[in-house]
T-cell receptor, first 112, second 115 residues
Framework: GNSVTQMEGPVTLSEEAFLTINCTYT??????LFWYVQYPGEGLQLLLK?????DKGSNKGFEATYRKETTSFHLEKGSVQVSDSAVYFC???????????FGQGTRLTINP | ETGVTQSPTHLIKTRGQQVTLRCSSQ?????VSWYQQALGQGPQFIFQ???????GRGNFPPRFSGLQFPNYSSELNVNALELDDSALYLC??????????????FGPGTRLLVL
């Protein structure tokens, strides 16, 4: 079945550091890929998405590129801020499928 | 544009009781999906509703059931509550399109505690 694997957290960085959160997936077809962010006590917010190979999703300084050859969708940001502290979820959905399949989440803490 | 809303925000029940959670979809969306997020875990798909019918179900027992109304809002019902049902329940809405690659937008969730 389809699955998503994220790098284990928690991840702690200093403000202005470079961020990478690794995400790899297993899928039978050609899924769409997503990053969602969850701030404390809140629901999920869509951060960015990509729907086909080599697409780059970007939003709020975050980027991720759909790499079919390595089945990866790593999240990056060049300079993190304290306000980026949250839990980040990588997810996939197959075309025509009803559900999102999520990774286990990566907790990110940014220290000033 | 109104986002996805859920009610109530928090709920405490005891084992064996029944609970109903409610979700209003984002304006213009016609599909609602429900997810269960246990503490420290990623969300798990419960089921999806489209055109008032269940349209896909995850690995959840029949005591988890739902409804979708003509205005696309939805309810999640859980009977015979168990301690393990304690979780954050998330509703997501989307617009079913021709290519099947819709994006789901989530509400703030309902946190259920079963004692």
């Amino acid at each position: 079945g389809n699955s998503v694997t994220q790098m284990e957290g928690p991840v702690t960085l200093s403000e202005e550091a470079f961020l990478t959160i690794n995400c790899t997936y297993t899928a039978t077809g050609y899924p769409s890929l997503f990053w969602y962010v969850q701030y404390p006590g809140e629901g999920l917010q869509l951060l960015l998405k990509a729907t086909k190979a080599d697409d780059k999703g970007s939003n709020k300084g975050f980027e991720a590129t759909y790499r079919k050859e390595t089945t990866s969708f790593h999240l990056e940001k060049g300079s993190v801020q304290v306000s980026d502290s949250a839990v980040y979820f990588c997810a996939l959905s197959e075309a025509g499928a009803q559900k999102l399949v999520f990774g286990q989440g990566t907790r990110l803490t940014i220290n000033p | 544009e109104t986002g996805v809303t859920q009610s109530p925000t928090h709920l405490i029940k005891t084992r064996g009781q029944q609970v109903t959670l409610r979700c209003s979809s984002q304006s213009g969306h016609n599909t609602v999906s429900w997810y269960q997020q246990a503490l420290g875990q990623g969300p798990q798909f419960i089921f999806q509703y489209y055109r008032e019918e269940e349209n896909g179900r995850g690995n959840f027992p029949p005591r988890f059931s739902g409804l979708q109304f003509p205005n696309y809002s939805s309810e999640l019902n859980v009977n015979a509550l168990e301690l393990d049902d304690s979780a954050l329940y998330l509703c997501a809405s989307s617009l079913r399109g021709g290519n099947g690659r819709e994006t789901q937008y989530f509400g703030p969730g309902t946190r259920l505690l079963v004692l």
